[in-house]
């Protein structure tokens, strides 16, 4: 099949960078792989995620380039229904639908995808799933809409997301051939809620390794973007309190972003500059890993992180807040605790009980070997390609 993969950009540092390009990777063994980026401010890095040579990746801002008055009127009125909703209902969807999709980027990607002759195109995100919704009767393609995070992250949390968009989920998602989601959680919500039927597909694990931690290093783990989501805010709250019982064990995080100064404003705050030490992102976490005895998972929502898969297959027991994202990947006390939203004072507590237990540690971390296995790239790849015959036949 010739497949093509929409995304705003492949490689630049994120999750759902990554996951595209192991999949992909894998998709491209039996397919032909394209991968459309609508974001032109990159260079193209293929061993930023080991992007495999097979893997065409196109390079086309231009579809996503809208006229000027088109531009400064579609944001004076998104910004308005973000704020009030007043587009979001069922007597205003066609206004709705050209406030986030313009008719000229309608067509654009309509003549892309039809002239390139594509069998299969995957909206990667929730904006290329709607977009894609939209267009689905006029081009000559199979389309699979692909979520990248949690039912209440896109439509529940206020101004962010597809906040005000319900009616285009409504009436565009259904109009796929299949849609993705992470979780049976994030499934039940959309058919409970929306009346939308949507399929789990499960994120891979990024890499294998026979090396795992040996979970005697006195150290946490944490990585991820430093943005209001992943909650290293909290972290570091955590890590103050645990700290004054604790003078032994550390916390490294490895990350970058736009919140990085306030991280290291709190962390100066608090007095703990010898504690917490800050590495930039990496494409090799295993060396961390490997150095580490405990990841510590403080998000205030996710998609499915690859970060806890990853954590799984190098053996190291995670603890996470109550967040919807790790409930097929984190079982309480079976490979990691799950505390309390958004508990500062509990999270200390857990990270307390593990840091002073190998013996629970080591069971843990070989629950989270077992539990990785769930999640290997080839038995997702059959996944995926078990539903690309079904759209065949």
């Known amino acids: 099949m010739k497949i093509c993969f929409i995304t705003y950009s492949t490689f630049s540092v994120g999750g759902i960078e990554r996951v595209v390009s192991i999949i992909a990777n894998e998709l491209s063994k039996d397919n032909e792989i394209d991968i459309v980026c609508t974001c032109g401010d990159f260079e193209i890095n293929r061993k930023l995620y080991n992007l ?28 308005l229904n973000k704020k009030t909703g007043i587009l979001n209902n069922n007597k205003l969807i066609k206004i709705l639908e050209k406030v986030y999709y313009p008719n000229q980027i309608q067509e654009k990607f309509v003549d892309y995808i039809n002239l390139n002759k594509y069998d299969l195109v995957i909206g990667v995100a929730g904006t290329y799933s709607l977009l894609l919704g939209i267009i689905s009767d006029r081009i000559n393609a199979k389309t699979i809409g692909w979520q990248h995070n949690s039912y209440e992250a896109y439509l529940k949390t206020k101004e962010r997301y597809f906040w005000n968009q319900d009616e285009l989920f409504n009436k565009y998602i259904p109009m796929l051939n299949r849609y993705f989601v992470l979780t049976e959680h994030d499934r039940k919500m959309f058919l409970e809620e929306n009346n939308i039927d949507s399929i789990v597909m499960h994120n891979p ?26 909650g290293f805010d909290l972290l570091i709250e955590s890590f103050y309190k645990f700290s004054k019982e604790n003078n032994d064990w550390n ?18 705050r608090y007095g703990l500059n010898h504690r917490i030490k800050i590495e930039p992102f990496t494409n090799d976490i295993r060396k961390y890993f490997l150095n580490s005895s405990i990841l510590l998972l403080p998000s205030r929502w996710e998609g499915m992180p690859m970060i806890v898969l990853e954590s799984l297959v190098m053996g190291v027991p995670i603890v996470s807040y109550d967040i919807t994202a790790v409930e097929s990947s984190i079982r309480h006390n079976y490979n990691g ?13 857990a990270m307390h009980y593990l840091s002073n237990s ?11 070997v077992i539990k990785s296995m769930e999640f290997n790239i080839e038995k997702i790849g059959k996944e995926w390609n078990a539903i690309f015959d079904e759209l065949n036949e």
Do not use: W
């Open 52 to 79: 495999n040579e097979k893997v065409n990746v196109n390079i086309e801002k231009s579809l996503t380039q809208k006229g000027f008055i088109v531009k400064v009127l579609s944001k004076l009125l998104r910004e």
């Open 205 to 230: 694990t990024s890499f294998n390794s026979k090396d795992k931690s040996k979970l005697l290093k006195k150290q946490f783990l944490a990585a991820g973007r430093f943005n209001y989501q992943k």
């Open 251 to 268: 916390l490294v995080i490895v990350g970058e972003g736009e919140e990085k100064d306030n991280i290291e404003h709190l962390i100066n």
């Open 337 to 349: 605790l799950i505390i309390e939203k958004y508990n500062v004072k509990k999270f200390a507590d």
């Open 358 to 368: 190998l013996l629970e540690r080591k069971k843990m971390g070989d629950n989270a």
